[in-house]
Structures are given as C-alpha cells and as structure tokens.
C-alpha cells in the first residue's frame, strides 16, 4: 500500500517535449513541469534536462518520492530500461534511461511505451476509470493504442508493445513503413489525412484547400477538419472519409477484445465532434453478433496529461510490486 | 487441486454431432463418445442424448467424475448456462443445458462458447501448450477466435464472446449477417471460398471447376483446394486469394495482441499446406514494428478433439474455483 503524504513522479517524454508531474498516491496531479528535450541534442544534453525537471518538480511538491514512472515514445527495450528510438528521439538509441534516474533518486524508476502510459492513466484516473478492460486509441501523427484489463497492461510476446494502430482496413490503402498497405495509420493519421488532402487538391481548385497558403505542400489535416466546419464540400468528404476508416477500426477492436470501453484522444480526435455522429450511426450496425452496443466509446479525460498519470501510475504499481 | 483416479468430462455440443469424452486430470483422453444429436428435434430429443452419452462414457471410465465441461455451438448465456442459438440448433433457444447435468450428476457444470473451448484445449494439450498468451482461429463453416493469456479465456464486456473471426479485412467485400461487409468470415471461410468459385466459375468454363457435377450450385470449398492440387490456375488463383486474406487477418491479430502463439485449424485449413508458403513469406514482410517472426504460427495438435479437451478444462477450473 501506498503511504500518505508521498508522491509519484511521472515523466512524459516526447519528440519535442518532457513533461514531469508530481502526482498523489490518489491519482490527483500536485504540479507539473514541462521542458524542451531538444531531442536533436542527443541524450547528453536530453538526460540532465530531465533530471533538473524532476529536482524541480520535487522541490515543488516537498513530499517525499515513493517511486517514478515514464513514459516514452519508442520503441523502447523495457527490460534494460532503454530507450531505441532513433525515429523520433534522433541520437537516442540504447540509451538506458532507467539507470541514471534510479542512482540519483534512489526509488523504483518504471519504463512504459508512450501509448501504454497513456492508457493506464486514463484507465486510472480518466474515461476508462472503473472499467475492467479499456482500449485507448490515440489518432494524431500516428495511431497509438493500447489494452488495459483488470488495471494492467496487455503486453506482447516477449513483453513487446503490439501496435494496435497498424490493423490492417483497406487493401488498396497506402503502403506504410510497418511493412503493410492500409493499415489504419496509414490512413487516418494526420500525416495520412494531410495525404490525402494534397491529392485532393489537385483534382478541385474550387476547394478550401487550395486558398491555404504554399498549398498543397503544406497542407495538414487541421486544415481538412478548419474546411469541414466552413462548409466545403471536398473537405467533409475528406472528413468522412477519415470517420469511415476510423469506423472499421473500431469494429476490428471491438469484434476481436469487445472491451469494456474505448477511449479516443489525440490530435485527428479534437475534431471528433465533426465525426461523431457517422461513427456511432455505423457501429450500430454491428450491433448483431456482439454487443456492441453496450461498449461505452468516448474521448479521454485527461487529454494531454494521459501519459503523465500513466507514468505515475507505473511508478506506483512497480513500487507496490517492490515493497 | 485434482485428485488422481478421478476424471472429468468434456462435452462438445455441435450442430450435427455432439461427443463427450473421460479425460484425466493430466489431459490424457481415457474414452470417447460420439452421438447424433438431430438438432432439428429440438432440446427435448437432444439433452436425453446428451446424458445418455455421458453416462455411457462415466460407466466406460469407472471412475469419480469431478466435474462436467459444456463447449457448445453458440450464442450462448453463459451467466445463466443456457443456450441461445436458433442458427445452427434450431429449437434450442433459451434452453437451460447445465441445471440437468448438474442435476443427474451431482458434480459442477462449466459452459463455454464452442472457440473458447477449442482453444482452452488447444491451450491445456495442443500446440498452445506453453505459451503465455495464444490465439486461436478456426475456419471452416464460419471463423471462430478465441484468445487464452495465462490459461483464462479472455472475455469481453459482460462476459460476452468476442467474435474475432469478424474483424474487418476488405471495405470491397462481401456483405456479412454480422452487419458489416468485408470481414474476415465473408471472405475465407468455406462458404465464402464456395461463392467465389461459383463467380469465377461462369467466366472459366475451362477450369477444373466447371467439371464439378452441379456445378455451380454444389461448388464447395473443398473442390477449390482439390484443383489447386491439380494445378488448375483459376482454383489456385482461388487458394492465393484465400491466403492472402487470411495474411491480412493474420497481421491484424498480430498487430493488436501480439500473441506468443497463433493456433490455426478448421476445414479450411486442412489445406494449409498449399496456402503456408505464402502465408509466412507474407508475414515477413511485417516484422519492421512488431516482432511478428517470434510468434509461433502452427497447426493445432489435437485437431476435432481440441473442444472435447477444453471442455473438459473448463470443468477442471471450476472445480477447483469450487473446491
């Protein structure tokens, strides 16, 4: 059990940012720090960031530490503690992030894939709070997701994150660096809206799109969804399009794990509300051999901080696991 | 724990035939027993089969019967032992099949879903005997999924079965009963193997397939698998066509689960020896995010036994859940 008047630091680590928060034993989030990584500088410069953010936070919270918690966009090798992402974290290959933080804080330091903090978060203190299994889609850059049942992550063989976000939708989709074609990052995140925005460009001068400044080259999927709510017609069919996708995906999830909830977030979902009603008409449908129906579908509560608690939730799971 | 000398029973209740067996507390198969169950006839001609079918089998083992294990054909509802399906038992809806076993024979009465079964047993005895987390995919008549972590049956919202064998492979598909078109069953399952080849039957009456006799109303899946065999380029075109479906279900399963190990059987798969080369080379081709070459893709083991199996472990867990 977790003693009162402590805390649980999680840290969210990102391509652009680090995020550090001092969160209660409870769940309920004390203070938070945010810092840039500068990635591109390599874990030289990226490691002391970190550290100072937690001094900070800490210091900020004047209780003491039980344990820390990350969670990090990877791929990641959790059993060494090690970050392996030279995609987004340039430089950051191998790099024990484990060690460093265990030495000078001296607590449990826990390592989670970003999409898997994520979700335990949620699933602690967010839209999945007091469901038995949860699955939590992110749809922003790429599509992350992840399952938690009865409070833990559903890890694959060998501990590895699956990555729920490359189903596979369409067949005639777009090839993706997962080794497929249109698998549903491939298809609904945003770089895949943007994608499809830029081939719709051409075909109509008469659209939203083509009054967007160094169009279509800059084209991104806010713009699709910025076109949608003014009306323009190539714009909500693009809109449709990516609910569509989005649809099938769902049914997918919810044919194969039938969980208890579905919790959506991240960037293509701000604008879930231009969606909404074409998904929930269409997952009706599916409504005959399971059901469907009764699985509760909603965007996240914690929004931005998902991976902040998830990481302090870790933290706290693998201090209790150690106590 | 089991007691040694004593058995369990498993009962596997499907369309046509319904077998019981005596099977110790290791997993070894001491007897078995088949029985026509006449669906048409109704739970009133049924269950006196049933219970005649285990009796024979008790009185052939000569042991204690610790407990009964019901895999059945579903839908079912399982919270109430009932089962619920006017599809493939015409007549049994709404019957209650394990108050009257319980009742003659005073022993615990565990019901599962025929998939779930099949894969417990495949879990407990066959090929997925070992392995943390396995899944199983039958295809024949239609595409059964099951999903065993830790040797418990996932299970979805309110206990429901998950109907994997309906994710979603082709939005170009065929349209499915279970309200979405495309899935997985609509388009490898033997029926679906079937319509296809009634299709690419009127446009080659130069293949194997227009030698059939009724062709093409009495076309089956089988005959497709047989030309292949002979080298008849429209049913191996067929058989190609088939893989790469199941490729495309196989590396949705792997994306979202990452199982330790895929167990694969039914009708259709007795011909998995023309479809294995492509279906692995395929896979290969997916192994950039996901360490899909680790998980082990096999055959199942105990073949038509694997629900008699799984039946007779889901009696096993009860009664030590009981005990």
């Known amino acids: ?105 001296g ?67 777009p090839a993706c660096y997962c080794g497929a074609n249109g698998c549903l990052e491939s298809l609904v995140a945003g770089p895949a809206i943007a994608a499809f925005a830029r081939e719709a460009v051409k075909s109509h001068p008469e659209s939203f799109l083509a009054r967007i400044p160094d169009t279509p080259e800059k084209l991104e999927a806010k713009h699709v969804f910025d076109g949608a709510r003014q009306g323009d017609s190539i714009c909500i069919g693009l809109v449709d399009q990516t609910a569509d996708y989005i649809v099938r995906g769902l049914i997918s999830i919810l044919m194969m794990i039938l969980p208890d909830a579905v919790v959506l977030t991240g960037g293509v979902l701000r604008s879930f509300d231009l969606m909404e009603e074409r998904i929930r008409a269409a997952l009706e449908h599916v409504n005959v051999i399971i059901p469907a129906g009764k699985v509760h579908i909603q965007l996240s509560k914690t929004g931005q901080q998902a991976g902040l608690f998830g990481a302090a939730r870790a933290a706290q799971l693998l201090q209790e696991k150690e106590a």
Chains 1, 2 share one sequence.
Not at 84 to 95: A, M
Request: glycine content about 16%; proline content about 7%; overall charge negative.
């Open 1 to 105: 059990m977790t003693p009162e008047n402590t805390i649980l630091i999680g840290i969210d680590i990102g391509g652009t940012n680090v995020r550090a928060g001092a969160v209660s034993p409870q769940g309920d989030l004390l203070f938070r720090e945010d810092a840039l990584i500068e990635a591109a500088r390599g874990p030289d410069y990226g490691l002391p960031v970190i550290i100072d953010l937690v001094d900070t936070v800490i210091a900020q919270a004047g209780q003491p530490v039980l344990a820390l918690g990350i969670g990090s966009t990877g791929p990641l090798d959790r059993e060494h503690g090690c970050i392996q992402n030279p995609y987004t974290l340039p430089g950051w290959e191998n790099v024990d992030i484990v060690s460093p933080l265990r030495q000078r804080f």
């Open 107 to 173: 607590v449990p330091v826990a390592l989670e894939n970003d999409a898997d903090a994520a979700a335990l978060g949620e699933a602690w203190v967010g839209a999945g709070r007091g469901f038995g299994s949860m699955v939590m889609v992110t749809i922003g850059t790429g599509v992350g997701f992840a399952l938690i049942k009865d409070g833990v992550i559903h890890r694959g063989i060998g501990g590895e994150h699956p990555e729920g976000g490359h189903i596979l939708i369409d067949p005639s989709g």
